[in-house]
Nanobody, 117 residues
């Protein structure tokens, strides 16, 4: 079993920055994919950024250039640094781990990010 605990969300002004963290417990391998998704009210959950073994990362077009995803395999933690935040970034952000061999997804409980003045 894998458990994920997110932190770092909150209220931030437009143009501001924040860093989300997700600490995993349980069986996590460095080859497992880790990432972030988000869901705004009335919208479907969407991928924000994912990072795979070796550090290769993919970003949604909407956040590319404003966000950096990173992981610390020793700490089983994935981070999302976001800058130049916009009101449309407001959403609940969910941490995700995909166990590559098992083909199973695990989700955190979500952390609210609100971008507003």
């Amino acid at each position: 079993q894998v458990q994920l605990v997110e932190s770092g969300g909150g209220l931030v002004q437009p143009g501001g920055s924040l860093r989300l963290s997700c600490a995993a417990s349980g069986s996590i391998s460095s080859i497992d994919r880790m990432g972030w998704y988000r869901q705004a009210p009335g919208k479907q959950r969407e991928l924000v950024a994912v990072i795979v073994s070796g550090g290769s990362a993919n970003y949604a077009d909407s956040v590319r250039g404003r966000s950096t995803i990173s992981r610390d395999n020793a700490k089983k933690t994935v981070y999302l640094q976001m800058s130049t935040l916009r009101p449309e970034d407001t959403a609940v952000y969910y941490c995700n781990v995909r166990k590559i061999f098992e083909g199973v997804d695990y989700w955190g409980q979500g952390t609210q990010v609100t971008v507003s003045s």
